[in-house]
């Protein structure tokens, strides 16, 4: 089955741990993306890449990293420098950047205390 | 960047259509409307999008203004498992959606 799978579903971390959620895609898209949602909230989102080797900012970056090694792979670094790491992380993905659906990855809870 | 605003909540009886409005008055001339809808502590799913004309899918139809500064998304009948947060988001730069905090849609048995 074609989809996006991320890992792990629930995460625990300590304060000041650095902590890289994985997301991979095997439906042959080019773009894929990262989103935060809190409570209550719409998604926010983190970083997004439209091709391998390359990605680019978006709302929240900061005290988040990225990179885009491998077409199916865009994992997701949450470092210390983040204030607020605690949230439901999103991965998706789509055929290219402009005006395609978007796939969703079943989120992964990120716990930080 | 445009915006789009939704209605916090609605609610429909089963069986019968939904209409779920959305008001994106600063909406550019090649900005696409999407809709997703979320259920619980699960990622979003498509549902539909459009740029000027209505368009329908399996799931759902979606109304464009004429002037393109609203849209409402059409749930012809309504089931439970139709239950669940629909956001209507822009497409803008070809590179983005932005989702807002989006109607969570309750169904009555």
């Known amino acids: 089955d074609g989809g996006i799978t991320q890992s792990p579903k629930y995460l625990f971390r300590k304060e000041g741990q650095n902590v890289t959620l994985s997301c991979e895609q095997n439906?042959?898209?080019?773009?894929m993306y990262w989103y935060r949602q809190d409570p209550g909230q719409g998604l926010r989102l983190i970083y997004y890449?439209?091709?391998?080797?390359?990605?680019q900012k978006g709302d929240i970056a900061e005290g988040y990293s990225v990179s885009r090694e491998k077409k199916e792979s865009f994992p997701l670094t949450v470092t210390s420098a983040q204030k607020n790491p605690t949230a439901f992380y999103l991965c998706?993905?789509?055929?290219?950047?402009?005006?395609?659906?978007?796939?969703f990855g079943p989120g992964t809870r990120l716990t930080v205390t | 960047d445009a915006k789009t605003t939704q209605p916090n909540s609605m609610e429909s009886n089963e069986e019968e259509p939904v209409h779920l409005p959305c008001n994106h008055s600063?909406?550019?001339?090649?900005?696409?409307i999407h809709w997703y809808r979320q259920l619980p502590s699960q990622g979003p799913e498509y549902v539909i999008h459009?740029?000027?004309s209505n368009v329908n899918n399996r799931m759902a139809s979606l109304a464009i203004a004429e002037d393109r500064k609203s849209s409402t998304l059409i749930l012809h009948r309504a089931t439970l498992r139709d239950a669940a947060v629909y956001y209507c988001?822009?497409?803008?730069?070809?590179?983005?959606?932005?989702f807002g905090t989006g109607t969570r849609l309750t169904i009555i048995p």
């Open positions: 988001t822009l497409n803008f730069g070809n590179e983005k959606l932005t």
């Open positions: 439906l042959n898209h080019d773009a």
């Open positions: 998706a993905s789509s055929i290219a950047a402009a005006n395609y659906e978007q796939y």
């Open positions: 890449s439209q091709i391998v080797n390359d990605f």
């Open positions: 600063t909406i550019s001339g090649t900005d696409y």
């Open positions: 459009g740029l000027t």
